[in-house]
């Protein structure tokens, strides 16, 4: 996938998918699937406004981009400049003029432009106008309630990940490049890996959950505890330790991809290394139960293909 972070770029027969696409979720990629119905390079357009908190960070948003499919990302920084875009020249300059755009696929909320003057509307007329077609999608719903990345935060907030994941279709994850840690899970006997999450990335509660782990084209299940440790001396960054079940190897400097499957329990210290290694066992035994009942409530396609979810390598 081509990544395009400025808008001194120029593509040929395109079709293009317009929006935040906060998370990739259910909603977002039926544009997706609209924008390859036809011969042309898929490129979807989404936009950097600086310090806001994202359901991923940029290089996670890019790694789903890849594994859906799109062809080319182009990555809009929200400055000063760009805020007073008029909506006609987007279309003039970057949909026709950078982009070459043929098809055109939005939601029916979309709006651009200098003080949000250009809607969805305005873009189909603009489209006959310019010589591109424009497909519209109203929005999903799922269980009577709008997809949205704000109804997906809502559920993440509160460590509902099975219904979050339901709406993203490919579950939460934390992705990264395994660091050194304090050796605690070593000493205990259970290897551990951490990573650190993107900054302004939005997190469920701190805790215990139960995880699918891809490494180097593999998968594996495991528990992760996500938080900063508070048993351990010091001050700890934010990341999530995951053990990862019938692995053997050295994983660090190897990119994690870290998917939050069920949310065990809280965050919490313990009086010692001893109690929080019976913890340890306990809370592995549960997620091990708990990817037991998902393998039998199910029949998976793959081994990580649990009902409708989906998994990237």
Same mark, same amino acid.
């Given at each position: 996938?081509?990544?395009?972070?400025?808008?001194?770029?120029?593509?040929?027969?395109?079709?293009?998918?317009?929006?935040?696409?906060?998370?990739?979720?259910?909603?977002?990629?039926?544009?997706?699937?609209?924008?390859?119905?036809?011969?042309? $390079?898929? +490129?979807?357009?989404?936009?950097?406004?600086?310090?806001?908190?994202?359901?991923?960070?940029?290089?996670?948003?890019?790694?789903?981009?890849?594994?859906?499919?799109?062809?080319?990302?182009?990555?809009?920084?929200?400055?000063?400049?760009?805020?007073?875009?008029?909506?006609?020249?987007?279309?003039?300059?970057?949909? +026709?003029?950078?982009?070459?755009?043929?098809?055109? @696929?939005?939601?029916?909320?979309?709006?651009?432009? /200098?003080? =949000?003057?250009?809607?969805?509307?305005?873009? =189909?007329?603009?489209?006959?106008? /310019?010589?591109?077609? @424009?497909?519209?999608? $109203?929005?999903?719903?799922?269980?009577?309630?709008?997809?949205?990345?704000?109804?997906?935060? =809502?559920?993440?907030? %509160?460590?509902?990940?099975?219904?979050?994941?339901?709406?993203?279709?490919?579950? /939460?994850?934390?992705?990264? +490049?395994? $660091?050194?840690?304090?050796?605690? *899970?070593?000493?205990?006997? @259970?290897?551990? %890996?951490?990573?650190?999450?993107?900054?302004?990335?939005?997190?469920?509660?701190?805790?215990?959950?139960?995880?699918?782990?891809?490494?180097?084209?593999?998968?594996?299940?495991?528990?992760?505890?996500?938080?900063?440790?508070?048993?351990?001396?010091?001050?700890?960054?934010?990341?999530?330790?995951?053990?990862?079940?019938?692995?053997?190897?050295?994983?660090? *400097?190897?990119?994690?991809?870290?998917?939050?499957?069920? /949310?065990?329990?809280?965050?919490?210290?313990?009086?010692?290394?001893?109690?929080?290694? $019976?913890?340890?066992?306990?809370?592995?035994?549960?997620? =091990?139960?708990?990817?037991?009942?998902?393998?039998?409530?199910?029949?998976?396609?793959?081994?990580?293909?649990?009902?409708?979810?989906?998994?990237?390598?």
């Amino acid at each position: 996938m081509k990544i395009i972070t400025d808008l001194d770029f120029k593509l040929n027969n395109t079709a293009v998918c317009i929006g935040k696409f906060d998370g990739l979720h259910r909603g977002h990629r039926l544009l997706f699937t609209e924008a390859k119905r036809q011969e042309l $390079e898929t +490129v979807m357009i989404t936009f950097l406004f600086p310090g806001s908190q994202g359901i991923y960070g940029q290089e996670e948003k890019i790694f789903l981009a890849s594994e859906l499919g799109i062809d080319v990302m182009v990555i809009i920084p929200v400055t000063e400049e760009f805020m007073h875009m008029s909506a006609e020249t987007f279309v003039t300059e970057i949909l +026709v003029g950078r982009c070459d755009a043929r098809k055109v @696929v939005v939601g029916a909320d979309f709006c651009f432009g /200098y003080q =949000r003057s250009g809607t969805a509307e305005y873009l =189909r007329k603009a489209g006959e106008k /310019y010589g591109f077609s @424009v497909r519209i999608y $109203e929005k999903l719903t799922q269980d009577g309630e709008e997809v949205s990345s704000t109804r997906i935060r =809502r559920l993440l907030f %509160a460590g509902k990940m099975q219904e979050a994941n339901s709406l993203l279709q490919t579950p /939460y994850f934390i992705r990264g +490049v395994v $660091e050194h840690g304090n050796q605690i *899970g070593g000493k205990m006997m @259970v290897p551990t %890996a951490n990573i650190r999450p993107p900054e302004q990335k939005v997190l469920p509660p701190y805790g215990v959950y139960s995880v699918h782990v891809t490494v180097e084209g593999k998968q594996y299940d495991g528990v992760g505890n996500l938080g900063v440790k508070p048993t351990i001396p010091g001050q700890n960054p934010v990341g999530i330790e995951v053990w990862l079940f019938d692995y053997e190897g050295d994983l660090y *400097g190897k990119t994690l991809t870290v998917y939050l499957m069920n /949310y065990q329990r809280s965050e919490q210290k313990f009086s010692s290394v001893d109690r929080l290694r $019976e913890q340890i066992r306990k809370d592995t035994e549960e997620a =091990r139960h708990f990817f037991a009942r998902q393998l039998a409530l199910s029949q998976p396609a793959g081994r990580f293909h649990h009902g409708s979810l989906s998994l990237p390598d």
